[in-house]
């Protein structure tokens, strides 16, 4: 087998052949190194490569060959969101401030995946601080769409989306704070899963807003994404909001999803508020090609209504900022991060450093948390944003009294271009209107690839559970996700133009 | 449109600890006073008898045993740091003249 053939085969597949020994995770962890070096010059989906990765491996295989018994997935390789801390490799979230800085401790899903083997590639390219649905608002540069390198990858998680898609990896970690996973994935014709909150440990992730911010993965396939999350999920003494439960396995519910091809007993809700004008109308035709196809494989087709949905994303643009505000008062120029030498107090150098650290956007959304917080008009926008928090959860409540899952569009177009709404944050925001409502609730997420648009390039379908029910995501997914491969002739990222030039 | 002043402005950014530049005042009056517009729509969803959500799967009293855990070492703490003496983060004064 070819190193490029490596790069194709799924983590699943992969690791099956790692686990038999046909491959070694050095050969599998270069082939992707290999692949990385031939096309991320063109694409920018990493900030770091991680230089020690072979040496990784290369320790994975020892303890292989001595008779040891590893995780299924060891040796596979991983992209990791630059959101996440790591040893050893900088961590920056996408921003100056943080540039070069290097973590004295791992996230826990970076922990988990190095305790289960796996081998990380490097750091993704992100939106500053994950602020962002377009990954334009990296501090180093954007990270273009591997269908179209003229497009957007979505964002914030445009380097872990792109990266998978453009077989840099076959899996990567994202976070997901109003979409960050589900729309950059729903763009590059990609997988990925926002958990319940609570349900992977925010520990170790750079905070954006607590209360929304969640880890998960990113992949080409339904059973990857399982894979991944089934090693990084579960209860962490570090995060004081993760989740004290037991979780069945996703890779298991993915793999029988795929396997029964049938959604028959299986309630699916179409929401009405986000079926409407709004989506464009090739995306709109894909998901009504969806909607029916689940209908063909038994599922049972039911509206849902929620009609405060309307206010989803005026509420996440007071309580995200609000909660970043606070989050990013961390970067004081005194104990890690960017320190810009100037006379004056502490104040006026953590001023200046903040200043010459944070890009526009942080600092829009700073100003506007701050303001949001400000006494006189605290109660009207924050207060009422918690209230409208209240009523987005009560209208989930409502539809999934109705329904087991819920489906939408992932996102409202396809992947628009590099520069088309950098200079309009409330269009950019706009975007976000399909995605921003499961972070309010708290409620998992899935966004698995659903065809083309007119413009050849990826729609997504987004599936929605309540609280604690990820695995009606995996095992719903799986089956859709199988039956549109069986129409396409196998799962669309193999259908993405090939990546010619550009060496890193 | 909303009422978003320069002033109002300097006076965020001064709370927020960001030296902002003129032109950055400028275009944050703007941007800002348009993005309040769009967002004040959430106090006409709704009324006095709704609580407010802060957390979307509420927990409560979350503790941990009273043990030592592993902790940073005092060269892991001081690594990423600017500036520090190997025992304390190094800063410049905390008070100005005027205090």
Known sequence: MTSQDLTRSSGAELAGLLAAGDVSSVEATQAHLDRIAAVDGELHAFLHVNAGALDEARAIDDRRAAGERLHELAGAPVAIKDVLCTIGMPSTSGSRILEGWVPPYDATPVARLKAAGLVALGKTNMDEFAMGSSTEHSAYGPTRNPWDLERIPGGSGGGSAAAVAAFEAPFALGSDTGGSIRQPAAVTGSVGVKPTYGGVSRYGAIALASSLDQVGPVSRTVLDSALIHDVIGGHDPHDSTSLQREWPSFAAAAREGAASGSLAGLKVGVIRELDTDGIAADVAARFHETVALIERAGGEVVEVSMPSVEYAVAAYYLILPAEASSNLARFDSVRFGLRVEQGGTVEDVMAASREAGFGPEVKRRIILGTYALSAGYYDAYYGSAQQVRTLIQRDFDAAFAQADVLVSPSAPTTAFRLGEKIDDPLAMYANDITTIPANLAGIPGMSIPMGLGDDGLPVGLQLLAPHFEDVRLYRAGATIEALLAEQWGGILATKAPALTGGAR | ?99
Not at chain 2, 26 to 34: G, I, K
């Open chain 2, 1 to 99: 449109m909303s009422d978003i002043t320069r002033e109002q402005v300097e006076h965020l950014a001064g709370l927020s600890r960001i030296a902002l530049t003129d032109e950055e005042i400028e275009s944050l009056t703007t941007e800002l006073s348009a993005i309040v517009d769009a967002i004040a729509k959430v106090s006409e969803a709704v009324g006095d008898d709704v609580p407010a959500t802060s957390h979307p799967v509420p927990l409560a009293n979350v503790t941990r045993p009273d043990v030592e855990g592993a902790t940073l070492s005092h060269a892991e703490a001081f690594a990423g740091a600017p500036s520090h003496d190997g025992e304390r983060f190094r800063v410049s004064a905390i008070l100005g003249e005027e205090q």
